[in-house]
């Protein structure tokens, strides 16, 4: 079966950094993507990785490990508006997306 | 206003009751998709269109049904609802040919069904 894994919640600071892991086990692989939702919002796109290594974009970073099957999502200097959840997702041999459950991200002063 | 407009945006129901949810989008895209989202899960397609005359079933169509009645309309249909639709319905589009399948999504219609 095909599967996305990624933590149900993480907690950090204000200012601080922190990643958010992404493991996945698909039925082929074209891209992978990070979406950001806000409580009671719409997921919107933060960034898409198909080849290996790292893509920066301002304090978002994401990165991918096709051999490990794995990527993550950095995200520096935080900032109270960055409360929100983290959306996973894998494009298939198909070109389906296959979803992980998100990553609650809660920021504290 | 919004690219991807989906209403209603909350809705509470009774099982048995038919229950319609349209979504129109004015980014001129060609591919159109209906989600589910519940706690604890990830977004689950339901149905996708990649144009006016192209329906396909998602992840979990039974109980659902839709109709592609233009390039910019996609409505879902729940013919009989019961209480385990209840969810937050997400439309979607997403341009033809693009590289990276970046996906639009409407704000979302909360349905409660009682």
């Known amino acids: 079966g095909q599967n996305i894994d990624q933590p149900t919640e993480m907690t950090a600071t204000e200012g601080a950094i922190v990643q958010i892991n992404c493991t996945y086990q698909t039925s082929g692989f074209n891209g992978l993507f990070w979406y950001q939702q806000h409580a009671g919002e719409a997921p919107t796109f933060l960034s898409y990785?198909?080849l290996d290594g790292l893509e920066e974009k301002g304090r978002f970073s994401s990165f991918l490990s096709r051999s490990k099957g794995y990527s993550y999502l950095l995200l520096k200097e935080l900032q109270m508006k960055d409360s929100a959840s983290y959306l996973c997702a894998v494009m298939d041999s198909n070109y389906q997306l296959i979803w992980g459950a998100g990553t609650k991200l809660i920021i504290k002063p | 206003d919004a690219d991807v407009t989906q209403t209603p945006r909350n809705r509470i129901t009774k099982t048995g009751k038919r229950i319609m949810l349209e979504c129109s989008q004015t980014?001129?895209?060609?591919?159109m998709y209906w989600y589910r989202q519940d706690p604890g899960l990830g977004l689950r397609l339901i149905y996708y269109?990649?144009?006016?005359?192209?329906?396909n079933k998602g992840e979990i169509s039974d109980g659902y049904s839709v109709s592609r009645q233009a390039q910019a309309k996609f409505s879902l249909s729940l013919e009989s609802a019961i209480p385990n639709q209840t969810a937050l319905y997400f439309c979607a589009t997403s341009e033809r040919d693009r590289d990276t399948g970046e996906l639009f999504f409407g704000e979302g219609s909360r349905l409660t069904v009682l």
């Open positions: 980014k001129g895209h060609d591919r």
């Open positions: 990785n198909v």
């Open positions: 269109s990649f144009d006016v005359k192209d329906i």
